[in-house]
């Protein structure tokens, strides 16, 4: 088992920036990539970003050159660094790790609002 838990959201004007925070405990010696997906009012849930074990790194079409993702493998901890945000980006944030085993995991989220 892995757990996750995410922090850094919060409230926002448009074009402000936040970090998020999620920091993996338990098995992690199983975790394959570590990634950030967001849920919206009425939306499906969407990738954000994510990064494997080897620093191979997938950003969504939205966020490409205002996000970045990062991971301290000492702190067992990945990072979204979020600039430029915008009104559309506002979201409940999940952190999410697979195992190399198929295992998936979530965190309870986190909410980020970003007022106009």
């Known amino acids: 088992q892995v757990q996750l838990v995410e922090s850094g959201g919060g409230l926002v004007q448009a074009g402000g920036s936040l970090r998020l925070s999620c920091a993996a405990s338990g098995s992690i010696f199983s975790i394959n990539t570590l990634g950030w997906y967001r849920q919206a009012p009425g939306k499906q849930r969407e990738l954000v970003a994510v990064?494997?074990?080897?620093?191979?790194?997938e950003y969504a079409d939205s966020v490409l050159g205002r996000f970045t993702i990062s991971r301290d493998n000492a702190k067992n901890t990945v990072y979204l660094q979020m600039n430029i945000l915008k009104s559309e980006d506002t979201a409940v944030y999940y952190c999410?790790?697979?195992?190399?085993?198929?295992?998936?995991?979530w965190g309870q989220g986190t909410q980020v609002t970003v007022s106009p």
């Open positions: 999410n790790a697979r195992s190399r085993y198929g295992h998936v995991f």
């Open positions: 990064i494997s074990s080897g620093d191979r790194i």
